[in-house]
Structures are given as structure tokens and as C-alpha cells.
């Protein structure tokens, strides 16, 4: 995100971006992180594509169906939130990566951006302009 031209990343050190295309990281304020799990990266991913709150007991669902005990799918989820918090979370940091609560966790859409978000700008962007054109002959 920019503004005024100035990249938030270089003016905030609570701002993160989110890469998914050509291998997910985590850049934030100038570290690139990578995730040690491949559960986690797949929860980080999910959170990151629909970027909304979501109910805990359906990512566990989703994310460890191998597992069939609720109770075990949601120990699961716990325990890769807080391996995302040690990998990703400054210590006391204010406006963090994930938005969690006890039922439900989706991304801080405000402190963070995505190269799959920014894609999906373009593609609206080039659709207007075509949409425009069209309309226009």
C-alpha cells in the first residue's frame, strides 16, 4: 500500500505483506519470514484469500480433516496460532498480524497488504476499463 507514494512498509513498523504467488512468505519490516509448518502456512493462506472473520471450529474443519475429533482438530488450530505468533507477531506489538477471539480469527486487513489482493485490483481495474471502452462503442 502507498500513500502519497510513500510504501507503508517503510513508514510503518506494524505494516506486513502477504505473498502467495510463487510460494508464500511474510515480509515484515524488511524480514522475510517463511512458515515451518505446511498447516500453518495452509491457515495463513486461507485467512489471506477470504480475508474475513472466520469461525474457528471451520477452519479447524478444514484445515485438519485427517484429524476426527473436534477437540483435537481445535488443539491443532491453537497450537499453529501460536506458532504464527512466536514466527510473526513482534513482542507487544499493537495492530498484529491476526485479528482472535475465542470463536473466530481472519486477518488485520489494515496493517497488511497481499500480492494476491493487489492481482485481484489489477484484474478489477483492467475489467472497469475494458467495461468502459465497450460501453463506449
Same mark, same amino acid.
Given at each position: ?57 471451520? +477452519? ?23 506458532? +504464527? ?13 491476526? @485479528?482472535? $477471539? ?5 486477518? @488485520? ?5 497481499? %500480492?494476491?489482493?493487489? /492481482?485481484?485490483? /489489477?484484474?478489477? $481495474?483492467?475489467?472497469?476499463?475494458? %467495461?468502459?471502452?465497450?460501453?463506449? +462503442?
Amino acid at each position: 500500500k502507498q500513500i502519497y507514494g510513500i510504501s507503508m512498509e517503510l513508514v510503518s513498523p506494524l505494516y506486513w505483506h502477504i505473498s502467495l504467488l510463487g510460494g508464500l512468505y511474510v515480509r515484515h519490516g524488511g524480514i522475510v519470514s517463511h512458515l515451518k509448518t505446511s498447516k500453518t502456512a495452509e491457515l495463513l493462506a486461507y485467512i489471506v484469500l477470504y480475508p474475513h472473520s472466520h469461525s474457528r471450529d471451520t +477452519l479447524a474443519d478444514l484445515i485438519w480433516q485427517d484429524i476426527l475429533e473436534r477437540k483435537d482438530q481445535r488443539a491443532s488450530l491453537r497450537t499453529a496460532l501460536a506458532s +504464527l505468533s512466536r514466527q510473526l507477531e513482534p513482542i507487544n506489538s499493537k495492530g498484529g498480524l491476526l @485479528n482472535t $477471539n475465542y470463536s473466530c480469527l481472519g486477518i @488485520n486487513c489494515t496493517h497488511c497488504s497481499s %500480492d494476491v489482493w493487489e /492481482f485481484e485490483g /489489477f484484474l478489477r $481495474n483492467a475489467k472497469e476499463s475494458v %467495461d468502459g471502452v465497450s460501453h463506449c +462503442l
